[in-house]
């Protein structure tokens, strides 16, 4: 009997975790099963970008992820990277705000945050009245900041949750949808009445995981799935169309003459670049992944020598608030989390830009961009240094943004997709930004996928 064929679309982490997943699901029933994955860039791993470059390991993308969930630990040992493992130094523990013309550092306790004035003594007040603020009884979704407003005070939900939006999403918090971008905040209220009280009670049960990374960087997992994942990747393989068939699908390839058969196709790239695959069998089912958006965001790496190394905080970074005069959302300092990310005694600094509340600064060209990183990275830490290292990636539509209303979207999505036998969809566009997520739903869908197909009795189709 002939394999039964996968094809995945989209090479990013969502869709090489797929890929294994399905491959893992397969072998544990000793079905046999073709897994083909298509990207239409000339390499792996989506927006996980690792550069190496004179000494210094440049990320383009995420700079580590949240250990801790079993599908993202899971994928890690069964790919053989356990070895390459690096945990971040414990400075990253340390987090910075640029607030009212100086550098403070985010002490999480009220006392600290009263002491480097990121709160005032209201705010500070209004903070430790949380528990005694009654939890939403409906289930309607709501942004972010008017979540946080109305448990912690609207001088907490200005200075400190606007400038944490951007560091995660390049998101404007008066938006993004709570339940979607940040559904463990929502289930603390609804399962304790308070974030404070939640906390205290899910202390010792639970960890939030471990920032952590890899030996040659975040895209060394991807690259690793594609060598190691017992499964075939093309690259440069640009989907066209996808067709309905009798017994399941055809996908269509940009310049190949032939069509390729498919049991089942799981959608897993940018939710706009899927849409138009979409379209053809579910034209409401596309118009959802359109309206998510993804503007365009910026990084600029800059690296720097003793001299300045010594001018600049040591921790994880720093996120500036908006109207302080700057239209950077914030730097990492990525040699302070990570060893070997630069010479010794060296600093790279890694400047974003752009995003939901600065998209014409994310669609700069790549000199205005370092240009204005250089003269902003300056003035933030008052350095006087030329950077020994420049290194600018644009990513023309990046983050997707899960404003209101997004777990509806994503409902509506999923009962689209549910309707079309053998398609499902997984992607950061979805069901978590995070790498981890990302990772993880991919993991949960390939898998899924697999048992789904192994499990049929229909005849498999001949290639």
Not at 212 to 234: H, K
Not at 428 to 441: C, E, H, M, P, Q
Request: proline content about 6%.
């Amino acid at each position: 009997m002939t394999a039964r064929r996968i094809v995945v679309i989209g090479g990013g982490i969502s869709g090489l975790a797929a890929a294994w997943a399905a491959r893992q699901a397969a072998s544990s029933r000793r079905a046999a099963l073709d897994v083909l994955v298509l990207e239409a860039g000339g390499q792996v791993g989506g927006k996980a970008r690792s550069v190496t470059r004179d000494g210094w390991l440049v990320e383009g993308g995420p700079s580590g992820y949240l250990s801790g969930r079993p599908e993202m630990d899971g994928l890690v040992r069964g790919i053989g990277l356990a070895d390459d493992i690096v945990p971040a130094n414990r400075a990253s523990r340390l987090r910075f705000l640029y607030r009212a013309g100086r550098i403070r550092r985010v002490v999480p306790n009220p006392i600290g945050l009263l002491t480097e004035g990121i709160l005032g003594p209201l705010g500070v007040a209004r903070l430790l009245a949380e528990p005694f603020v009654p939890k939403r009884r409906d289930a309607g979704d709501e942004s972010v900041w008017s979540f946080a407003a109305r448990r912690l005070g609207a001088q907490a939900a200005d200075r400190m949750v606007l400038p944490m939006a951007l560091g995660i999403f390049a998101g404007d918090a008066r938006r993004l949808s709570l339940r979607a971008a940040f559904p463990r905040m929502a289930a603390l209220e609804q399962e304790h009445g308070s974030l404070i009280r939640g906390m205290i009670a899910r202390r010792g049960r639970t960890s939030s995981g471990t920032l952590t990374s890899f030996r040659r960087g975040m895209q060394q997992l991807p690259r690793a799935l594609a060598e190691r994942g017992e499964f075939t990747v093309r690259c440069n393989a640009r989907v066209r169309a996808l067709q309905r068939t009798s017994d399941g699908w055809s996908v269509v390839v940009d310049g190949d003459t032939e069509v390729i058969p498919a049991d089942a196709v799981i959608l897993a790239g940018e939710p706009w670049a899927m849409a138009p695959l979409l379209r053809p069998h579910d034209e409401r089912g596309a118009a959802e992944l359109l309206a998510i958006s993804c503007p365009p965001v910026g990084v600029v790496a800059l690296g720097f020598g003793p001299a300045a190394a010594a001018k600049i905080p040591v921790g994880f970074g720093l996120l500036i608030a908006r109207g302080e005069g700057f239209r950077m959302l914030g730097t990492l300092w990525e040699t302070h989390l990570y060893e070997g990310r630069g010479p010794a005694g060296h600093v790279l600094v890694r400047a974003m830009f752009g995003g939901a509340v600065d998209p014409e600064a994310g669609a700069l060209s790549e000199t205005d961009l370092a240009a204005l990183a250089r003269a902003e990275v300056a003035r933030l830490y008052g350095l006087t240094d030329m950077p020994l290292l420049e290194h600018v990636m644009r990513v023309p539509r990046a983050i997707p943004q899960y404003e209101i209303g997004h777990p509806g979207r994503v409902a509506r999505i999923e009962a689209a997709i549910y309707a079309l036998p053998g398609l499902s969809i997984t992607g950061n566009g979805l069901r978590g930004v995070a790498f981890a997520d990302a990772a993880s739903d991919g993991v949960r869908v390939g898998s899924a996928a697999a048992r789904r197909l192994t499990a049929s009795a229909l005849p498999s189709q001949p290639r």
